[in-house]
């Protein structure tokens, strides 16, 4: 299921007081600016950075909080997830904040959406959006293993994402959400600042995306909110809240943290260049 989490390989690197340093992808790379703690270790609990006008600053390249990998308890190993695993790419409902204690049917889905997931769940190993090599939708690209790139202006925020060269653009210059959007995969997003976070509403998406590698849905009904905020230098989390009447049963929300990567930058990953894995994967949906 992990097969594309191979990349880590080339991006081991160590979390550090919430923040990640990435060696290996950029050689004699130094992150200019980075605040030091009186030991000269990067201070990622340091105030988070502003714009000249006092706007937050959420430029940077985040990576995904991970939790380790359990050698003895998973079924692939962990050879593909030397830093761990990102705790929303398995099952978004892992940090589900207004539903209750954290399980793996917690989100509140409507009867085809549930029947939805488990055959996702028995062909996973062939259906998988990144199995595919397809882009994945604007909530899953926050938990993954690639890490991904904020560039801020005035007028937009976009984010460059590592897997598979996807981009995103969030509007921030007071245009409204498009009437009829041509569905796509990331959806089309228009932010305003609330004080120190950033709220973020999107629609317009491909229907039946998904989630996370447990193959929640996301379909064309969909509208969410982000709430983006910088709690400090080395750390961002991002609050989603999705309203999909069409796949669930009420709204829920999730929040998702990620960590600074330092002293290093994107690498192109194009995952369908020489694709030979589909072919050999196995399991109740192989043809």
């Given at each position: 299921?992990?097969?594309?989490?191979?990349?880590?390989?080339?991006?081991?690197?160590?979390?550090?007081?919430?923040?990640?340093?990435?060696?290996?992808?950029?050689?004699?790379?130094?992150?200019?600016?980075?605040?030091?703690?009186?030991?000269?270790?990067?201070?990622?609990?340091?105030?988070?950075?502003?714009?000249?006008?006092?706007?937050?600053?959420?430029?940077?390249?985040?990576?995904?909080?991970?939790?380790?990998?359990?050698?003895?308890?998973?079924?692939?190993?962990?050879?593909?997830?030397?830093?761990?695993?990102?705790?929303?790419?398995?099952?978004?409902?892992?940090?589900?904040?207004?539903?209750?204690?954290?399980?793996?049917?917690?989100?509140?889905?409507?009867?085809?959406?549930e029947a939805l997931?488990?055959?996702?769940?028995?062909?996973?190993?062939?259906?998988?959006?990144?199995?595919?090599?397809?882009?994945?939708?604007?909530?899953?690209?926050?938990?993954?293993?690639?890490?991904?790139?904020?560039?801020?202006?005035?007028?937009?925020?976009?984010?460059?994402?590592?897997?598979?060269?996807?981009?995103?653009?969030?509007?921030?210059?007071?245009?409204?959400?498009?009437?009829?959007?041509?569905?796509?995969?990331?959806?089309?997003?228009?932010?305003?600042?609330?004080?120190?976070?950033?709220?973020?509403?999107?629609?317009?998406?491909?229907?039946?995306?998904?989630?996370?590698?447990?193959?929640?849905?996301?379909?064309?009904?969909?509208?969410?909110?982000?709430?983006?905020?910088?709690?400090?230098?080395?750390?961002?989390?991002?609050?989603?809240?999705?309203?999909?009447?069409?796949?669930?049963?009420?709204?829920?929300?999730v929040t998702i943290?990620?960590?600074?990567?330092?002293?290093?930058?994107?690498?192109?990953?194009i995952c369908n260049?020489?694709?030979?894995?589909?072919?050999?994967?196995?399991?109740?949906?192989?043809?």
């Open positions: 299921m992990y097969t594309l989490a191979r990349i880590l390989i080339v991006t081991a690197g160590i979390i550090a007081c919430g923040g990640v340093i990435l060696s290996a992808q950029w050689r004699d790379v130094v992150t200019k600016g980075v605040p030091m703690t009186p030991a000269g270790t990067p201070n990622f609990k340091a105030p988070a950075p502003k714009l000249a006008d006092g706007t937050p600053d959420l430029s940077g390249l985040w990576d995904a909080e991970k939790r380790p990998c359990n050698e003895a308890a998973s079924v692939r190993g962990c050879l593909d997830s030397l830093t761990g695993i990102p705790i929303a790419f398995g099952n978004i409902s892992a940090t589900v904040s207004n539903t209750g204690p954290a399980s793996k049917d917690l989100l509140p889905m409507q009867p085809w959406a997931v488990k055959q996702r769940r028995d062909n996973a190993s062939r259906d998988l959006s990144i199995t595919r090599c397809l882009p994945l939708s604007s909530p899953q690209a926050w938990s993954t293993f690639w890490i991904k790139k904020i560039i801020q202006t005035p007028d937009s925020l976009t984010i460059l994402d590592e897997y598979m060269s996807q981009y995103r653009q969030i509007f921030l210059d007071g245009r409204t959400l498009p009437k009829d959007p041509e569905p796509s995969f990331k959806g089309y997003s228009v932010g305003r600042w609330e004080g120190e976070t950033l709220v973020v509403e999107t629609i317009g998406f491909k229907d039946e995306l998904w989630l996370d590698v447990s193959g929640h849905p996301l379909t064309d009904q969909a509208r969410t909110i982000e709430r983006i905020r910088r709690v400090n230098y080395g750390n961002l989390e991002v609050e989603i809240t999705v309203d999909d009447p069409k796949a669930y049963t009420k709204p829920w929300t943290k990620l960590g600074l990567a330092i002293n290093t930058d994107l690498l192109e990953y260049e020489d694709e030979k894995s589909v072919q050999h994967m196995v399991g109740p949906g192989a043809k």
